[in-house]
Nanobody, 124 residues
Framework: QVQLVESGGGLVQAGGSLRLSCAAS????????MGWFRQTPGKEREFVAA????????YYTDSVKGRFTISRDNAKNTVYLQMNSLKLEDTAVYYC?????????????????WGQGAQVTVSS
């Protein structure tokens, strides 16, 4: 029903920046709250950031506050994650996700649709 495709991942040196994009199919993008999660081998999927339907409310996990910024452009059916001052521990596969309804959430189980993931590798 809704397909999400991440792009913009890659290799970056510590202290550098990357911007991830997530393009959504369908005509109902503006009705979904959106989130970014990340996962490394052997670990649970971790919440990173979320944004409300209109983009007016955002929420971040403590470890990325001040460094990452989530945004969305509903006209383009796209959500972004700007990642600055990247650290080695930010290395992970990053997933975008869509949640039906306006409330933002940090729990992955509350999201209905997921992208395929984008690898972000931070080198020393």
């Amino acid at each position: 029903q809704v397909q999400l495709v991440e792009s913009g991942g890659g290799l970056v040196q510590a202290g550098g920046s990357l911007r991830l994009s997530c393009a959504a199919s369908g005509r109902t993008f503006s009705s979904y709250a959106m989130g970014w999660f990340r996962q490394t081998p052997g670990k649970e999927r971790e919440f990173v950031a979320a944004i409300s339907v209109s983009g007016g409310i955002t929420y971040y996990t403590d470890s990325v506050k001040g460094r990452f910024t989530i945004s969305r452009d509903n006209a383009k059916n796209t959500v972004y994650l700007q990642m600055n001052s990247l650290k080695l521990e930010d290395t992970a596969v990053y997933y975008c996700a869509a949640k039906t309804g306006s409330p933002i959430a940090a729990r992955s189980v509350l999201y209905n649709y997921w992208g395929q993931g984008a690898q972000v590798t931070v080198s020393s």
